[in-house]
């Protein structure tokens, strides 16, 4: 008898740690995110309207937490697409800031006469507007922002100093196309050799650093390659330093926004480079090329470029109000063509959207309930800043979900993610989905706790989130 007796109790605890996990389904609630959604949009509004929160364990359907928006919310299945930093580490807590792709339905949209173009906020990540984004172009002497990184890089790692000389051999003193006009066999500065391919996009220069880094230009062209791949930018192939015409030398304009984004980020010590007004050298004096400069709209950098193959195009970043947002236009026909769209395109990415900032790094989001864990609930955090981008006029109209399972199991290690919140607002074509992470690991409990969870459970549901 009492062997019968324990196997019925064993029979009943095996069933019994197992029903949490039986009815383990997915749930969203928008209560308990709705205090840090409640700033977006009050930060020049502060009658936001408060929603009441249920500690229930049926979770009920997002509301919005400002005013009323008579649009439904989008399906999940439209969920943005969450691309990985260039400079993202394994470490789930990088400093580096998500990069958040998301389009935009509103008016007042420039046209625009290029054949390629990508305009991002560097903040949010959020792309305002992209027209064939990912075709291959030629990339002109735009891509020589990505041989001055490359250069850069090999400085801060100590490989080269910037009063290092090099001597101008003789296939970059007769390379053809823009000059900073050296002269065969000169000894010139790492240093002037790029300013000389920032300010006056010297070919000459370009081929001289990179002859005398790599030994030749096909093998510093290989390495540049595999060095813009390593930031993300994987659909670019570079046949030389300068972006003369070549058929193999080719990018895309959001590869170029994800160099020139790089070049900002990861060198901000010489960014100022980039918005020099003019460059000296063998007694030349030389405006930069980039006119975009002297327009008055907040631009600081970054580079121009032109061939008969890719057209006109530039890669420009300017700054308003504390945002900063990057544009890549090309295939223009002429200078002046160019200048226009980037010039209206650049006002109107800065004047009719403003940011958010969302959530911290780090920062307590939400405590999610763990099943059969030493610990009875996880805190959710983000591993990124994350900042969203509306247009001014639509602020106001942003819903928000936190979706999760439940039972949470344990184990759980740092850095798993556990749930994502889900952004939606009538300005998104797409909603916005935001990983949340473990901010602690969970391990699993003993028998004794596990049985305990059970029971909770049969008698009381399951546990709800707490802010």
Known sequence: MEKHSSRAILIFAAILLCCPFCAQRSFCSS???????????AEKKKSAKKTKSKRSSKRRAAEPVEDQAAEQPLPPSAAATIEEDPNKTDDPFDDQADVIS?????????????????????????????????????????????????????????ELQ?????????????????????????DVSVHDLLLGIIITSGNDAASTIAIRIAGSEDAFSE??????????????????????????????????????????????????????????????TQKNRNT??????????????????????????????????????????????????AKALLLWGLGEFENSHLFKAGAPIVRLPVWYGKESYV???????????????????????????????SPIRKGDQVGEVLITSSAL??????????????????????VGDSFRYLLWGGRVPEK
């Not at 209560?31 to 949009?41: D, F, K, M, Q, S």
């Not at 193959?309 to 200078?335: C, Q």
């Open 429 to 450: 074509t797409e909603p916005i989905v935001i990983p949340l992470r473990a901010a602690i690991s969970v391990e699993e409990a003993g028998f004794f706790k596990k």
């Open 223 to 284: 390495d540049l390659t595999c060095f813009v791949h390593s930031i993300g930018a994987t659909n670019s192939t570079f046949t030389n330093a300068s972006g003369l015409p070549d058929p193999l030398h080719q990018t895309t304009a959001r590869d170029l926004y994800i160099i020139a984004k790089y070049a900002i980020e990861a060198f901000p010590e010489y960014y100022s480079w980039y918005s020099q007004p003019s460059f000296s050298f063998n007694n030349v």
């Open 31 to 41: 209560p308990t995110i709705e205090a840090v959604l409640r700033n977006v949009g």
């Open 292 to 341: 975009l400069l002297t327009q008055d709209i907040g631009c600081d950098g970054l580079k121009p470029g032109r061939t008969q193959a890719g057209g006109f195009g530039t890669v420009a970043s300017a700054h308003k109000n504390g945002r900063r947002v990057i544009l890549v236009v090309n295939g223009y026909k002429s200078e002046r063509d160019l200048n226009k769209d």
């Open 162 to 186: 910037l009063d290092t000389t090099f001597s101008v051999p003789a296939s970059a003193y007769r390379k053809e196309g823009s000059t900073m006009f050296l002269k065969q066999g000169q």
């Open 102 to 158: 998301s389009n935009y339905s509103i008016p007042n949209l420039p046209s625009t006469l290029a054949k390629q173009a990508i305009l991002v906020d560097t903040s949010s990540g959020a792309i305002l507007f992209e027209k064939n984004a990912d075709m291959s172009m030629a990339p002109s002497s735009m891509s020589k922002i990505a041989t001055v990184c490359y250069v850069l890089g090999k400085v801060r790692a100590g």
């Open 379 to 409: 805190t959710a955090v983000v591993d990124k800043d994350i900042a969203l981008t509306l247009p001014k006029t639509h602020l106001r109209a942003v819903r928000g979900e936190l979706c999760y399972d439940i039972p949470l199991a």
